[in-house]
Nanobody
Framework: QVQLVESGGGLVQAGGSLRLSCAAS????????MGWFRQAPGKEREFVAA????????YYADSVKGRFTTSRDNAKNTVYLQMNNLKPEDTAVYYC??????????????????WGKGTLVTVSS
């Protein structure tokens, strides 16, 4: 089992920034994919951002491209999401994801092995 603990959510005004962190613990494989999804009220959970194992390749949803940046520290089993120029439509619960034994970027929900409990991000206008 792998446990994921997110932190860094909160309330911010439009145009502001937040940095989310997610630390993985437990029976972690030597290689694994990590990323971020979000779910807004009344909407389906959607992909936000992810990187490959090395962190050298990243992929973003069109809605956050140019504003969000994901990075990871494999020595700490931790992934980050820097969110800049936040908009009210970014309001959602943000979930960290983990896929064991995967080097490449994971964007599909059905390929995720573990989900964090989520952290709420609220952007006021």
């Amino acid at each position: 089992q792998v446990q994921l603990v997110e932190s860094g959510g909160g309330l911010v005004q439009a145009g502001g920034s937040l940095r989310l962190s997610c630390a993985a613990s437990g029976r972690i494989f030597s290689i694994y994919a990590m990323g971020w999804f979000r779910q807004a009220p009344g909407k389906e959970r959607e992909f936000v951002a992810a990187s490959d194992w090395s962190g050298g390749s990243t992929y973003y949803a069109d809605s956050v491209k140019g504003r969000f940046t994901t990075s990871r520290d494999n020595a700490k089993n931790t992934v980050y999401l820097q969110m800049n120029n936040l908009k009210p439509e970014d309001t959602a619960v943000y979930y960290c994801t983990h896929t064991q034994g995967e080097y490449a970027i994971v964007t599909a929900r059905d390929r995720v092995d573990y989900w964090g409990k989520g952290t709420l991000v609220t952007v006021s206008s």
